[in-house]
């Protein structure tokens, strides 16, 4: 779950707020999921539809663009596209997050539909794992 708090006089930050985990671990959480869930605006070809293609108001291209990609039916080249945003958004926080390695989890049970993620990497140097389904 994610929560607002206040850093500074007027001005706020979402943090991942789980008990279950420590200061560093819930850091990168944080840094993850707001990479991935941020919405993206989708490319013109893909969407032609300007309020259909989404995205954050302040910054069209902040985010992945995931979103896209998981209101499709997920086969095997939507995993794989899937797999990719996942893989440059992260990039894209460099130098705070570095060798990033993103793959599938395979779930012997569940939908279809459902993908799941092992990312690993650096966090400020920090070696991390998480898991996290689309």
């Given at each position: ?43 013109v070809d893909r ?25 499709q039916p997920l ?46 990497g650096l966090h ?11």
């Amino acid at each position: 779950m994610l929560k607002l708090v206040q850093i500074d006089n007027g001005v706020f930050d979402l943090v991942f707020d789980d008990p279950a985990l420590n200061d560093a671990d819930a850091a990168v959480a944080t840094l993850v999921y707001a990479a991935l869930f941020t919405d993206a605006e989708a490319p013109v070809d893909r969407e032609p539809d300007r309020f259909a293609r989404r995205g954050w108001w302040a910054d069209p291209q902040a985010g992945s663009g995931l979103w896209y990609v998981r209101r499709q039916p997920l086969g095997s080249s939507a995993r794989r596209e899937a797999l990719a945003m996942v893989q440059s958004a992260l990039m894209s926080h460099s130098p705070a997050l570095a060798e990033v390695s993103v793959t599938e989890r395979v779930v012997p049970t569940g939908n279809v539909s459902s993908v799941f993620l092992e990312i690993t990497g650096l966090h400020n140097g920090r070696k991390f794992i998480l898991s996290t389904p689309l």
